[in-house]
């Protein structure tokens, strides 16, 4: 049950990253904010998997093909659906935004039950729709806010899709580099994919927004703490998926949602409405129902 640990130790910490990105999209913009994930995390995440393998003398590593492919999917979706996630973040507020991105749970098991053959209990599915039933309530905006919430809600479950895809093939790597050493493999993926997505951002942004890549330099100290607690989490939801399918993972990470719920009120002065706590209530209970499972 170690992965239950890592779960729920990953999901608080994706709430203070994700609070310091959303500080930073002001002025780098979301793709720039998204930069700072990884890019400020690569130093910790290296740091994290050289302490690893140190305590991980035995591991015979096999970077195979299928290794490759599981870390590159896993990096562009979580690229996409961290961009997605930032820019929901504007539309729909912090706390409401870090609720839609967890339709990644309900698609995230089904991607894994089509693509990796993961098995979950029939009362898990049920929990898993019942959550899928709380997104949709919580995501359908109010009739005076129909334009510009539906644009967020869309862009919130965008998210929740690429997180999914990003699970899942994170998952993959990790399964297929050294299934016998399950924390070795997970923050050794966690390096690759992190080295991609500094990589292929930055250039992307050298070349069309420069402006953005001088607005995460200048942010230097709230970028280093996102990429801190980015790199951490990281490697908790990475170990977490080298031990269980995707979907019991993402149901134990949704303890984050009272706690944006409870940043977004401090920081951002957010209000959620009756019809958002609902909502949130049947969401909660969806996990519940999928985590027994």
Not at 14 to 27: E, I, K, P, S, Y
Not at 51 to 78: E, N
Request: hydrophobic share 55%.
């Amino acid at each position: 049950m170690l992965w239950v640990f890592l779960a729920a130790v990953a999901a608080p910490l994706q709430v203070a990253r994700n609070a310091m990105q959303r500080g930073l999209v002001g002025d780098a913009g979301p793709w720039g904010a998204t930069l700072v994930r990884f890019l400020f995390g690569l130093p910790f995440s290296i740091l994290i998997f050289t302490v690893v393998a140190l305590l991980t003398r035995d591991a015979k590593p096999d970077p195979s093909l299928r290794f490759w492919l599981g870390a590159m999917v896993g990096a562009i979706a979580q690229v996409a659906a961290t961009g997605f996630l930032l820019m929901a973040m504007r539309r729909s507020g912090f706390a409401v935004a870090s609720v839609l991105q967890q339709s990644a749970l309900p698609l995230g098991a089904l991607l894994g039950w089509v693509a990796l053959g993961d098995d979950l209990a029939a009362h898990a599915w049920s929990g898993i729709a019942l959550a899928t039933v709380g997104l949709g309530v919580l995501s359908w905006p109010r009739r005076d806010q129909m334009e510009h919430g539906l644009a967020g809600g869309l862009l919130g479950l965008a998210a929740g899709a690429g997180f999914a895809v990003a699970f899942n093939g994170y998952r993959q790597a990790g399964l297929a580099l050294d299934p016998a050493h399950p924390i070795f493999s997970a923050t050794a993926a966690l390096v690759v994919a992190q080295v991609m997505q500094s990589a292929v951002l930055t250039g992307l942004l050298a070349a069309t927004r420069p402006e953005a890549l001088r607005a995460v330099a200048t942010s230097w100290r709230s970028s280093l703490a996102a990429g801190f607690f980015g790199s951490l989490a990281s490697a908790c939801w990475f170990a977490a998926l080298a031990l269980s399918p995707a979907g019991p993972v993402r149901a134990v990470g949704l303890i984050e949602t009272p706690i944006a719920a409870a940043v977004g009120h401090r920081l951002f002065r957010e209000r959620p409405s009756a019809r958002q706590w609902v909502g949130g209530l049947l969401t909660t209970l969806g996990v519940l129902m999928t985590t027994l499972g």
